[in-house]
């Protein structure tokens, strides 16, 4: 079960925006961004939205352990051949396997600088910020349909090596 194409939340973007505004004298250069410790998986329910106050995000809980399993990703290299060759996509080198304690609907993720599950999501220095969010997906970019997973009590919910991406066009 795939996550493809996720998208910056609010937060992400401005990150990376203010990154790049440049200096030309008269506009101050742009701000340097540090990399968090570590950065992390939240599985969501119903349809995650991206508000700058992060109530648009609904994390599922009920699984065992009370961290958000760690993420990590390659390097950015161009995504597809020939022409499909039109994104720079990191995909995760890691697994994310999450133990199911409760039922559920899972529509999507979002990735976190913060590990402990059930710290809110949202957008500033002191909670969980979100970088990245998106739903869970069928098929492979650029056909994906987006889909949800029902998990009960005993389910492994697993994300494999390279299955969650992020692509800038």
């Not at 990150?15 to 950065?39: D, E, K, M, Y």
């Not at 809980?61 to 161009?78: D, E, H, K, L, Q």
Request: hydrophobic share 35%; net charge negative; charged share 10%.
């Amino acid at each position: 079960m795939p996550v493809y194409n996720v998208s910056f939340s609010e937060y992400g973007a401005r990150l990376v925006l203010n990154c790049f505004r440049g200096g030309n004298g008269t506009v101050t250069s742009g701000t340097s961004i540090t990399a968090p410790v570590g950065l992390y998986v939240a599985l969501l329910t119903g349809t995650a939205t991206d508000t700058d106050t992060g109530g648009g995000f609904t994390e599922f809980t009920g699984y065992s352990g009370t961290n958000r399993p760690i993420i990590n990703f390659n390097a950015a290299a161009v995504a597809g051949t020939g022409t499909l060759a039109t994104a720079q996509r990191i995909a995760t080198s890691n697994s994310q396997s999450f133990s199911i304690t409760s039922s559920a609907t899972i529509s999507g993720i979002a990735i976190t600088t913060v590990q402990a599950n059930g710290t809110p999501l949202d957008y500033d220095s002191t909670g969980g910020n979100v970088i990245w969010y998106g739903e869970l997906t069928t098929g492979t970019p650029p056909s994906q349909t987006a889909t949800t997973v029902a998990v009960v009590n005993t389910d492994t919910l697993t994300f494999s090596i390279g299955n969650i991406t992020i692509d800038l066009y």
